[in-house]
């Protein structure tokens, strides 16, 4: 009879126990990848506005790409520092995502030192969604249609007029400083507390003039409770193309609106964070989506990762040198 020697069968035994080691991570790697829960989305505003519907609607249809709900949660405050904040904290394991506009990493970051968030260091963007257009608005009864004879009521009048936006420090104030930077005009600026405020004074005359977006504005200007004056962005609006840019309107180059990026907590694990991009960007191509973020005066406009984080580093050196100018400070 064979007596197989101790060391032989221990390292035998140590072989299987290898094997089904290699086995079972096999078995686990073959099993349900990510991700194999609902995704959390969330929206840095309250229900209802311009972000929220935009996440929404590419929210449902992401969802069904990556084959889990994705479930939106609305973390409203501060300007969408509450949102980001929370986010920033959070797992970077895929599970947490949020979408918010531009405001998040360029306007917060120029006007405010001490953000929970890093602009930069604290996501890693999955892609650009849509733009929000904005829009310098006018009440009916002032003296000007377009850009060229607001500048002329403006002037003709000094200290007369002013404009109202949906916030202090808000991408609407900036767009507003922006255009009286370009054309030298004299305003005061008016502050509210959201866009229906702000468009319900500009309809009741309180206000001659605002900037807010096409999106909130539009209804108004169809049915002549308001005027259009001019787009700030590069390109007309889609559901507003009888009115100009402001660049059409004697200042080439001019663009200042409002856009809109679904990111993540910083350290994603490569493979998720691939998952996340081709999803996000097949997502974009659907021509459902298209249509309805059309449909709710906004901008379908997918961009890459890539060319976020170029937009960024683009836009917050020159949202800080418009704060400085303009004087605007967080509240």
């Given at each position: 009879?064979?007596?197989?020697?101790?060391?032989?069968?221990?390292?035998?035994?140590?072989?299987?126990?290898?094997?089904i080691?290699?086995?079972?991570?096999?078995?686990?790697?073959?099993?349900?990848?990510?991700?194999?829960?609902?995704?959390v989305?969330?929206v840095?505003f309250?229900?209802?506005?311009?972000?929220?519907?935009?996440?929404?609607?590419?929210?449902?249809?992401?969802?069904?790409?990556?084959?889990?709900?994705?479930?939106?949660?609305?973390?409203?405050?501060?300007?969408?520092?509450?949102?980001?904040?929370?986010?920033?904290?959070?797992?970077?394991?895929?599970y947490?995502?949020?979408?918010?506009?531009?405001?998040?990493?360029?306007?917060?970051?120029?006007?405010?030192?001490?953000?929970?968030?890093?602009?930069?260091?604290?996501?890693?963007?999955?892609?650009?969604?849509?733009?929000?257009?904005?829009?310098?608005?006018?009440?009916?009864?002032?003296?000007?249609?377009?850009?060229k004879?607001?500048?002329?009521?403006?002037k003709?009048?000094?200290?007369?007029?002013?404009?109202?936006?949906?916030?202090?420090?808000?991408?609407?104030?900036f767009?507003?400083?922006?255009?009286?930077?370009?054309?030298g005009?004299?305003l005061?600026?008016?502050?509210y507390?959201?866009?229906?405020?702000?468009?319900?004074?500009?309809?009741?005359?309180?206000?001659p003039?605002?900037?807010?977006?096409?999106?909130?504005?539009?209804?108004?200007?169809?049915?002549?409770?308001?005027?259009?004056?001019?787009?700030?962005?590069?390109?007309?609006?889609?559901?507003?193309?009888?009115?100009?840019?402001?660049?059409?309107?004697?200042?080439?180059?001019?663009?200042a609106?409002?856009?809109?990026?679904?990111?993540?907590?910083?350290?994603?694990?490569?493979?998720?964070?691939?998952?996340?991009?081709?999803?996000?960007?097949?997502?974009?191509?659907?021509?459902?989506?298209?249509?309805?973020?059309?449909?709710?005066?906004?901008?379908?406009?997918?961009?890459?990762?890539?060319?976020?984080?170029?937009?960024i580093?683009?836009?917050?050196?020159?949202?800080?040198?418009?704060?400085?100018?303009?004087?605007?400070?967080?509240?």
């Open positions: 009879m064979n007596v197989v020697p101790r060391s032989i069968s221990m390292a035998v035994k140590a072989l299987s126990l290898l094997a080691a290699v086995c079972a991570a096999h078995v686990q790697a073959q099993g349900p990848g990510y991700p194999a829960k609902p995704v989305l969330v840095p309250p229900p209802g506005g311009a972000v929220d519907i935009i996440g929404r609607l590419v929210g449902k249809k992401l969802g069904d790409r990556l084959g889990q709900a994705v479930v939106i949660e609305n973390r409203a405050g501060a300007g969408t520092i509450v949102g980001a904040g929370y986010v920033a904290k959070s797992a970077p394991d895929g947490t995502l949020f979408i918010s506009s531009g405001s998040t990493f360029t306007v917060n970051p120029a006007i405010n030192a001490n953000l929970p968030y890093d602009p930069v260091k604290s996501f890693e963007p999955i892609g650009l969604v849509a733009r929000v257009p904005l829009i310098l608005l006018a009440n009916r009864d002032v003296p000007a249609d377009n850009l004879q607001m500048m002329a009521a403006v003709a009048a000094p200290g007369k007029y002013a404009y109202g936006s949906f916030g202090n420090g808000t991408t609407g104030h767009a507003g400083e922006m255009v009286l930077g370009a054309t005009m004299k005061q600026h008016i502050p507390k959201g866009s229906a405020p702000a468009i319900a004074d500009l309809i009741g005359g309180q206000i003039f605002s900037v807010d977006t096409v999106a909130a504005s539009l209804p108004h200007i169809k049915s002549g409770k308001i005027k259009g004056i001019a787009v700030t962005g590069a390109r007309r609006a889609t559901l507003l193309p009888e009115v100009p840019t402001v660049a059409e309107s004697g200042f080439p180059g001019f663009d609106d409002s856009w809109v990026a679904i990111a993540a907590p910083r350290g994603l694990p490569p493979e998720v964070k691939s998952r996340l991009e081709k999803a996000l960007a097949q997502t974009m191509k659907d021509q459902d989506i298209q249509e309805k973020l059309v449909a709710n005066g906004l901008e379908p406009s997918y961009a890459t990762p890539e060319q976020v984080v170029a937009m580093d683009k836009d917050l050196p020159r949202m800080r040198a418009i704060a400085q100018k303009a004087s605007i400070q967080a509240n």
